[in-house]
């Protein structure tokens, strides 16, 4: 088949369409032709999918996470089998539409511009239905990754230089055009399309809103309560069963994905390490007695349970630890990494509009991380200038 797709070939247009099935199906065989080269095993390929096999954890409860609501929602009881099923079902359109419409749009622009297609959109094309309300209409889902594809990555040359995290501006595009289908009871639970089947009906209590959600809301002290009206306590929201985007209520399931991360090398320790310790120690801060305020009711949460709501922990792990938008110095990857935890929980403590704050924290820091590189280099510079002249004066 090769021929043919190979320029002079019949289908030799579509010849960055065929490289890129061929590579991602098998190794390929080209060789360095020149230059000094350092050959090593692994390549972007194999870099991508361990992300994805490290985000299967999350993808799975998730999808578990998503039936439980649905049917404590509707007041039926149902098989673990039951509500992952349901889950399934609910999350396959997003994943299918979120790959469709951003391997397309990367294979239109490949063909364009007769490069080589990327493998960056492995792991967006599954981080998005990951961090998006399962109730988010299919339609909007796709016109935000096509405009996080095209105006957050292509425009900027494709995979590696693209300045923010692309599925994290899928969201942010969601969440400034789309608000009121990004918060609230029907964001979160899916339960429209079960009323009425099998005699359910949505329990009196019913209430989707995530608890960050229900504390920006709250009035003095902050209350957090599942969708029967029952008190969310640290273990609840531990092991994820509250609502929430899919892949963001298991904190267990993303500590799974962290080590998998941190065994095989793809993850930087410095900058994930670094987010929950600036997480912590602002979480930590603002919840000191004398800062505690009943204006502020997030600032009264625990900071151990801080760490668990929302978005923190996914974000530290997958969305912070992003080679291309993150820092690369070594000291800069603690810098950036510090300044995300303490932003995302100044953003959600004191900013009642934003109850979530990683998102908004992780891109803030996306647009200084250069910045945060450029400082520590020249910092280095002059050090080692200044100790370079001082080894002249003595000698």
């Known amino acids: 088949m090769e021929p043919a797709f190979r320029p002079g070939g019949k289908l030799s247009k579509l010849e960055s369409v065929y490289d890129g099935m ?41 999808m578990y996470n998503i039936g439980v609501q649905h049917y404590l929602a509707i007041g039926e009881p149902a098989s673990r089998l039951t509500m992952f099923l349901y889950g399934l079902l609910a999350m396959l359109p997003v994943i299918v539409v979120s790959y469709a419409v951003g391997l397309g749009i990367e294979f239109i622009s490949a063909q364009i511009h007769h490069k080589e297609i990327q493998e960056g959109f492995l792991v967006t094309g599954i981080l998005i239905p990951l961090i998006v309300p399962i109730n988010t209409p299919l339609w909007m889902t796709a016109v935000a990754t096509a405009f996080a594809v095209i105006f957050a990555k292509e425009v900027f040359g494709g995979t590696g230089m693209n300045i923010f995290n692309v599925a994290l501006i899928t969201r942010a595009f969601l969440f400034f055009a789309y ?85 095989t090398g793809i993850a930087s320790w410095r900058i994930m390490c670094s987010v929950f310790v600036g997480g912590l120690g602002m979480a930590a801060l603002v919840h000191l007695p004398n800062l505690q305020s009943l204006t502020y009711p997030a600032s009264m949460l625990d900071p151990m349970m801080q760490l668990c709501l929302g978005g923190f922990a996914f974000g530290a792990v997958f969305m912070a630890t992003d080679p291309v938008t993150g820092a690369r110095t070594k000291v800069g990857q603690y810098i950036y990494g510090l300044l995300i935890g303490v932003f995302a929980i100044l953003i959600r403590v004191y900013n009642s509009g934003y109850p979530e704050g990683m998102m908004l924290a992780i891109l803030l820091m996306n647009a200084f991380a250069p910045l945060i590189d450029h400082c520590v280099v020249s910092f280095n510079i002059k050090r080692r200038a200044r100790s370079a002249a001082a080894k002249v004066k003595e000698g």
């Open 22 to 62: 061929e590579t991602f199906l098998f190794t390929p065989n080209t060789t360095s032709r020149s230059g000094a080269h350092i050959h090593d095993g692994n390549d972007l390929k194999r870099t991508m999918i361990t992300v994805v096999v490290a985000l299967i954890p999350a993808l799975l409860f998730g």
């Open 179 to 263: 608000p009121s289908h990004m918060s609230g009871d029907a964001a979160f639970v899916k339960v429209d399309d079960a009323l009425g089947m099998g005699g359910g009906t949505v329990v009196d209590t019913f209430s989707g809103a995530t608890p960050l959600g229900q504390v920006a809301t709250s009035v003095g002290d902050p209350v957090m309560t599942n969708i029967l009206g029952k008190p969310i306590g640290f273990f609840d929201a531990f092991f994820g069963y509250i609502p929430g985007s899919p892949g963001e209520t298991s904190m267990l399931a993303i500590l799974i994905g962290a080590a998998i991360l941190l065994i």
